[in-house]
């Protein structure tokens, strides 16, 4: 069964980068007709897709943030990366990240909360 473990630091400055980690266990990220996603709730807000990366590299973002998000993975350690940039308090959520395949999502992460505040 693919599990998949959320990383990065809970606390980020307005105006600095998110990055965050998605290790993934039991499975591999290339195999074929896997999205790895990344999704996030806000506090007191519904989930809300981020983006994709695809089992051969190819990336996928919602439009409300694909100016600023970026989907990145490394193959060798089976891990897929979360970018965005000038982030704003109202990027603080949980970030979770998980799998997609035929059209629905199966596993997911915990989940990870950070907070943007100087």
């Known amino acids: 069964q693919v599990q998949l473990q959320e990383s990065g630091p809970g606390l980020v400055k307005p105006s600095q980068t998110l990055s965050l980690t998605c290790t993934v266990s039991g499975g591999s990220i290339t195999t074929n007709y896997y999205y790895w996603s990344w999704i996030r709730q806000p506090p007191g807000k519904g989930l809300e897709w981020i983006g994709y990366?695809?089992?051969?590299?190819?990336?996928a973002y919602s439009p409300s943030l694909e100016s600023r998000a970026s989907i990145s993975r490394d193959t060798s350690e089976n891990q897929f990366t979360l970018q965005l940039k000038s982030v704003t308090p109202e990027d603080t959520a949980v970030y979770y990240c998980a799998s997609l395949s035929d059209y629905s999502f199966g596993s997911w992460g915990q989940g990870t909360q950070v907070t943007v505040s100087s």
């Open positions: 990366i695809s089992y051969s590299g190819s990336a």
